[in-house]
């Protein structure tokens, strides 16, 4: 660890920094300088925990928010963005001497402070919360605060390991995805490279000291690919530069990691940046970087005509070098650029000069104000899982009949298209088109799909089932709220059965839940009655599970909740199989309860292959025991007219267990099918215990696989994985043979 600065180090450094900023922001300088004369004051004697004095990480934290382009006001709001919470000066003090529009950034940054929370998920989704409440209120306080956290990475030695992991991966899953869902890619990167340092130091070392070993010839390769282009776009007039870089290293490691590839094996290792003045010369320029290089087919990228959300403009393509090396070539204009490296700091309008409308502004932020609302009547298990969907997951373009561009998150389905144009549309729907043909609530959406929804003029309401098949927290979000306004009564009905029926599972007796101790448990979830738990657990506000566990959590820390001594069970023959009188829930050897039986002989269907998550139900055999099928199996239909031999069977949480089950999918006819599937299968790390193709005729084929999995959870991101490679048609779940 480097030598301790002092606090004449700090002032050399900040007088260096001045005088960039001054230049930039003469009018401000005066009160720039005074907001770091104040903090140097008020964090006097205040160390850090590398024994650095405490004014050296806000002054940091300015010149970084002033690298992004933030106006003058956040600059002195990053020198100040500590003083309230960790020194003696008010909100009042900040207001009186710098302004109430500093003080309300400088509060704004304080109140992201963490609290104290019983669940870590509820902490989290407090934490987020505040995040998105200050980001509608002002842009500039998240900005801020990725700043700090900026600057507290590159200093993350000083952290004991354990707590430099903590941060490292919190950085990773919430600050540097924030920052990308922002614009902010030069920002992004060095949070990601950073903490993938801190989380993987090996797996950070091996790439970095290759890449350093083959530093020469990457450069070597690099300028000869840039000096070729730039004669050749020299002899046809356009002005332009160029840059050459490796990829970063994080970018580098996940795609070794998700694609179990080699460092030779990346394509787009290389990355070649063309920059020039106007729209229509990315358009020249392509044509030109394509006479000179042999494109790769399907590598091609237009983001000028269709922005990413996060307002990301290029062009993309990928071509092949000399050596027969690919590497990608990015086109934009100089604006374009700006957006790209700082993202939404390069057009906020304040009293810098930006000319970019309120309006026009407002519109980039919607997404914020719908994660706002999507919040509102979410559990946070949920929000935090669908947080990472909506701002973090890739993207898909689709049409509306008319040519309108949607963006959905990838995985979306005609529901999430239908409630993105309006909750009007998504309560009225009946079926969609894609293409022209009909297709099911469960197709998963391709970039380029023109999607058309098929609706009634009576609103019957969406289904249920639909909260499973949709993919976007604003989707979720609109039929919850439907179910909510219009069927409180069903709703409190379905969330009470569940919750009995999953509280008698866990062999926890309802009368507990007394008068006296109900209202406390209650009052601790945030709900104001029982019936209020009922109907969000009937509506999906909260799942029943999370639920049943917070109410156990709550009786055992109340001292109601006791072990009670199994009963022994009445056992039968194989041919006159025999329910007990009494229920006893008792573990199986697979993760599934029988109830009443102990130490059940049980086997998995194969015409369901059911697994975790699916709702099950057993059938007593003659002699071989309990036989599990999904409710929804048509065979499990006919054997329920045999009353007398169904048992209720769920599933317990087994966490290395793992399940076969079987998969069909339906795709196009063509060369390398089977080996892109493999592929697939081969990135999610999945055990794939057969696969075999055979032809179905008219140009299409039918892929059949037995796999094992843990859960429905894995079996929905294998079946969306497999949606989405090329050709692929529809993917089904199936039964297998012995």
Partial sequence: MSKPMTVEDVNARFEEFMTKCGKLHPDAAADIRRAYETARAAHDGQLRRSGDPYIMHPEAVAEIAFEIGLDARSIEAALLHDVIEDTSMTYADVAGGFGEDVALLVDGVTKLTRVQYTYKEDEQMENLRKMFLAMAKDIRVIL??????????RTAEAWSEPKRREKALETMEIYAPLAHRLGMSRVKWELEDIALRCLDPIGYKEIVDVITDRESHYNDFLEHVTSVIQARLGENGIKAEIHGRIKHVYSVYRKMYNQNKSLDEIYDLYAIRIIVDEVVDCYNVLGIVHDLYKPMPGRFKDYISTPKPNMYQSLHTTVIGREGIPFEVQIRTWEMHHTAEYGIAAHWKYKD????????????????????????????????????IDMFADEVFVFTPKGDVISLPAGATPI?????????????????KVNGRIVGYDYVLKSGDIVEVLTSKVARGPSRGWLELAKTNEARNKIRQWFKKMARDENIAEGRARFEEHMKRLDIDLSLLSDDVMPQILKRMSFNSADEMYAAIGYG???????????????????????????????????????PNKKVTKRSENGVVVEGVDNCLVKF?????????????????????????????????????????MVKVYWEQTPDERYVTGLELSARDRANLLVDVMTALTALKVTVVSINARVLGDGYDAVNLVVQIADTNELKTIMTKLGNIQGVVQVTRKGYEH
């Fill in 541 to 579: 506000g909260i799942t029943v599970m999370r639920a049943v566990n917070r109410v156990r959590d709550e009786l055992t820390r109340m001292g109601k909740l006791g072990a009670k001594p199994a009963e022994q069970p009445v056992v039968g023959t194989p041919d006159t199989p025999a329910l």
């Fill in 353 to 388: 000069g930006v000319t970019e409308s309120k309006e026009n502004f407002d519109e980039k932020l919607e997404w914020v104000r719908n994660l706002l609302e999507t919040q509102e009547d979410t559990d946070s298990d949920e929000f935090l899982s669908m947080l990472k």
């Fill in 144 to 153: 801020i605060k990725i700043c700090d956290r900026l600057h507290n990475m």
């Fill in 605 to 645: 269907a194969r015409c369901c292959t059911p697994v975790p998550g699916d709702d099950i139900i057993g059938f007593v055999t003659r002699g071989y025991g309990v036989s599990v099928h999904r409710k929804d199996c048509r065979n499990a239909e006919d054997l329920s007219r045999e009353a007398g031999r």
């Fill in 416 to 432: 999430d298209f239908a409630y993105s144009i309006h909750s009007a549309v998504g309560n009225r729907m009946t079926g969609a």
